[in-house]
């Protein structure tokens, strides 16, 4: 009646052994994730030595506004993930088409109106964010340019939700690569050949997001054209539900951004020092963290899958299987950290004072890490269980902690304030997260199988 394309992949969530599936699915996921964090580094060395620190900084006084666009887009994208799985786990072929044609025109809509937005209030914007008026022309020639490609970023996380969603974390490698290449050598043709400085670098970033764009919708195509449908099949509409799991994603997205901006605030009245040690372990957090990130991309997805199939015995295994993941990859994090965190944080310059900050922010994470592993995992599980509004509203309240702790203990606890509340926040994520699960276990079929 369909072809069932789960059983085209060697490894499928929804049959066999899961715990193959489950690590053959994550490696691709931790490329993308390293390939990602390379991309970038490589992308502010040109542009830092062959235009001028002025380029790095009038990209990083825009990315506030960047990034809670970017936000919304991969929030939104997340829903329709979810949808995608618990559809393509049950098999629901004709209703997966059609709600991917339907997130398309949605997203195009969406983005249109943030350009409209941005276009017309780029100046205003930036001068909103304080940005440097040394910077600001650069950083508006950036910021307009840039946003010409938001309907390529929102696609591209759009397509890449889809595509995880089916089970293949392979094909967003694939395009990340492509973008990678092309928007490197983009770089040094317009910015170090054609001399076109920080408006240069822009374009080559359009023209990257426009070519991943294209891969990921010709992959997408090639899986569709193999569905087969009964011919009476009636899709049913799924873009109410894919809207409603996204978002509390959505909210939680604004809600980090606007927390961030205060945390950093804090951390700014704790002086220079601070501000330069806690900046230094957040870089080496984020490469370390990347393991956890894509734990809980992959628990989300096969969770989902596999409620979808009705397979609830192998949604209990993933769960099992991705807590013991979590434990192990906080326990690497905290040894690896304590052994060599204080060199760690050498390669970025820092003198002493600073770089003993920076170890210090570290040292009191570490015994904590396990929860940090934990709230990844829990957070995927319920995302994936169509839990969206609990995962969200958990980590809106450990933000909430976070920044309660801080302005209020920062004149007496000092700089170890900050760490402590990183911890307590973690702790209060995976307590509502734990305290959830068990209050409705007995009223959700998905939670009596655990």
Known sequence: MKKDLRKENEYSITNGKILPAFVMFMIPLMASSCLMQSYGIIDGLIMGNMIGEEAIGAVNSISP??????????????????????????????????????????????????LAVVFSGAEAFLRLINTPKDL????????????????????YNLQSGVIRGMGDSKKPLGAIAIS????????????????????????ATVLA?????????????????????????????????????????????????????????????????????????????????????????????????NAGAARYDRVRQTLKISLI???AVAAVMAVVLWGVGYPLMGVFGLKEASAAAGYRYIMVCMPFYWLFGL?????????????????????????????????????????DVLPAGEAVSWMIV?????????????????HNEL
């Open 65 to 114: 506004i960047l990034d809670v666009c970017i936000l919304v887009q991969i929030a939104l994208a997340g829903g329709c993930s979810i949808c995608v799985s618990h559809l393509y786990g049950a098999e629901r072929y004709s209703d997966l088409s059609r709600l991917i044609k339907d997130m398309y025109k949605i997203t195009l809509v969406i983005t249109i109106v943030i």
């Open 209 to 305: 997001q426009a070519m991943s764009v294209a891969y990921l919708q010709k992959k997408i195509r090639e899986k569709l054209r193999g569905i087969r449908y009964d011919a009476d099949d009636e899709p049913e509409p799924q873009v109410r539900e894919c809207v409603r799991l996204g978002l509390p994603q959505i909210v939680q997205s604004l809600a980090t951004s606007a927390g961030n901006i205060l945390l950093q605030n804090v951390t700014n009245l704790l002086g220079a020092t601070v501000v330069i040690g806690v900046t230094a372990a957040f870089k080496v957090d984020a490469i370390l963290v990347i393991p956890l990130f894509c734990l809980g991309q992959a628990t989300s997805v096969f969770t989902g899958q």
């Open 180 to 203: 990678s290449v092309v928007n490197i050598s983009l770089d040094l043709l317009f910015i170090a050949v054609l001399r076109l400085g920080i408006g240069g670098a822009a374009i």
């Open 136 to 155: 600001f022309a650069s950083a508006l020639t950036y910021l307009r340019i840039v946003f010409i490609g938001v309907p390529f970023t929102a696609i």
């Open 325 to 327: 993941f979590a434990l």
């Open 375 to 415: 709230q990844f995992v829990l957070n995927g599980y319920l995302n994936g269980s169509k839990h969206t509004l609990v995962a969200s509203a958990a980590s809106i309240a450990g933000l909430a902690g976070r920044l309660t702790l801080a302005y209020l203990l920062y004149q007496s606890v000092g700089a």
């Open 430 to 446: 995976v307590v509502i997260d734990m305290i959830y699960l068990a209050c409705y276990r007995k009223k959700d079929t998905l």
